[in-house]
């Protein structure tokens, strides 16, 4: 069984796992008069017909043959979005390949952006880092860090916090200084992030990063020491708008909301016990104690309801409207609610401009909502994912996901649904949840949704 290496992500990692059963097809070589043209055209009408134990049968062959146009061919016609299963096996018999020139040219498509198809692209990001040992993999994924798509760029920056080379310190820091000088969006905030993966040091400007960096290699500033920024007045902290203690580090943003029946309720406020009051000093010998006639037990008081600011919907409410005034200008957000039933704030599907007018008919439209219905979190997150050009989703929710009937849904199906939606999108799914809920699937849900979408889970006390 091969070993999957370490840090690589789901894709990566699904790779390499499924890369013996995809390679059986096109083990040894074929003949030399095997037609590597009539090969492609195989894999055109097997892919077209959805036929995808045939066509991965065709790109074994393909590969095996060593023609570089094999890669062409598998992201032109395997590599198009229409199946996952098809998609992942693929790029497992790519990731087996010790063919040297499909992989120059797996490589090739990356670091020239040759591909035109940037779906392929990302596919080819995890098959590098199955390759990274090698350094022109590795090159690759660096040059990968200027693609002219955002989520091929998004990918990149994962495979390398996956990979955790102090090599990509340097092609990273150039890109980050570049791209400084830019709007700052998650790209922006995703290679800052990296930085600070890597380099071990909590720091915002790219001088900062390039000052410490640059003492490490001269031995002037040694590992684990606290280095303090030396630009002009910038820090690490983040200044700009949070949701419930997220920073919404990125300009393209939708919240998701659930205003399911069970938002109604409120949670009780965390019990301080008191602490036991010191025993008294002993009086001293020669004292005379007077005994007095123990006090009938007053009897405790009716536990009180908690208060209206501990409803759920209301908590949410607030906080959304908060979060909403602080958008700076320039951000792009929407708002989703869900239940049963799913409803946009202005059009759907769509972000709009944080501007004076956006905002205010936000906070309205907020402030409108009310709780009811079942729990459809299987139906926001499809609607959220399909949203064209949102990077980041706050998914808030207090329970798991439920049918109109309130039956419960099976959690493992909505799992791997998102993660197919998501894949060539890229979108980083925060969660927040109450940590006043019991619930073991919710917990596990919500919890699962992030970690899979490289996101957070947070619990409101």
Request: one cysteine or more.
């Amino acid at each position: 069984m091969r070993r999957v290496p370490r840090g690589l992500g789901c894709l990566a990692a699904s790779l390499l796992a499924g890369a013996v059963l995809a390679q059986e097809p096109g083990e040894g070589r074929p003949s030399e008069k095997a037609d590597a043209s009539k090969l492609r055209d195989e894999l055109r009408a097997a892919a077209a017909g959805g036929q995808v134990e045939r066509a991965l049968e065709v790109i074994g062959d393909l590969v095996a043959t060593g023609d570089p146009k094999a890669v062409d061919a598998i992201a032109q016609h395997a590599i198009t979005g229409a199946s996952h299963e098809l998609e992942k096996r693929a790029a497992g018999i790519l990731a087996g390949t010790k063919e040297p020139k499909v992989r120059a040219r797996v490589l090739e498509s990356l670091g020239s952006g040759r591909s035109p198809n940037f779906k392929a692209r990302i596919v080819f990001l995890a098959v590098a880092a199955a390759w990274a040992d090698a350094p022109p993999a590795l090159d690759a994924i660096h040059g990968a860090l200027r693609d002219p798509h955002k989520a091929v760029v998004l990918t990149a920056l994962e495979r390398i916090r996956g990979l955790k080379r102090k090599e990509s310190v340097e092609p990273l820091l150039a890109a980050y200084e570049e791209r400084e000088k830019r709007p700052r969006d998650r790209v922006y905030h995703d290679m800052q992030r990296t930085l600070r993966d890597l380099t071990g040091v909590e720091l915002e400007a790219s001088i900062d990063f390039r000052n410490f960096w640059e003492g490490q290699k001269t031995g002037q500033v040694a590992a684990g020491q606290v280095i303090k920024p030396r630009s002009d007045g910038v820090t690490s902290v983040h200044r700009g708008a949070s949701f419930f203690s997220l920073a919404v580090a990125t300009d393209r943003v939708l919240f998701v909301i659930d205003i399911s029946k069970s938002l109604e309720e409120r949670d009780p406020l965390e019990i301080v016990e008191a602490k036991p009051k010191k025993k008294e000093d002993d009086p001293g010998q020669g004292t005379t104690v007077v005994a007095k006639k123990p006090e009938k037990p007053k009897p405790a008081p009716k536990p009180q309801p908690p208060p209206a600011s501990r409803e759920r919907l209301f908590r949410v409410k607030e906080e959304l409207v908060r979060t909403i005034n602080a958008l700076p200008a320039g951000t792009r957000f929407g708002i989703l609610s869900f239940s049963h039933e799913i409803a946009w704030w202005g059009t759907e599907r769509s972000l709009r401009d944080s501007n004076a007018a956006s905002k205010a008919d936000a906070v309205r439209w907020v402030r409108g909502l009310s709780a009811n219905g079942a729990t459809r979190t299987d139906l926001a997150l499809e609607a959220a994912l399909g949203v064209p050009d949102v990077d980041t989703v706050y998914l808030l929710t207090d329970g798991a996901p439920k049918d109109e009937r309130n039956q419960r849904l099976e959690i493992e199906p909505i799992l791997e649904k998102a993660k197919s939606w998501n894949r060539f999108l890229r979108c980083r799914i925060h969660t927040i949840s109450f940590a006043q809920i019991r619930d073991r699937r919710m917990r596990t849900f919500v919890r699962e949704v992030a970690a899979q979408n490289d996101g957070v889970c947070h619990m409101l006390p």
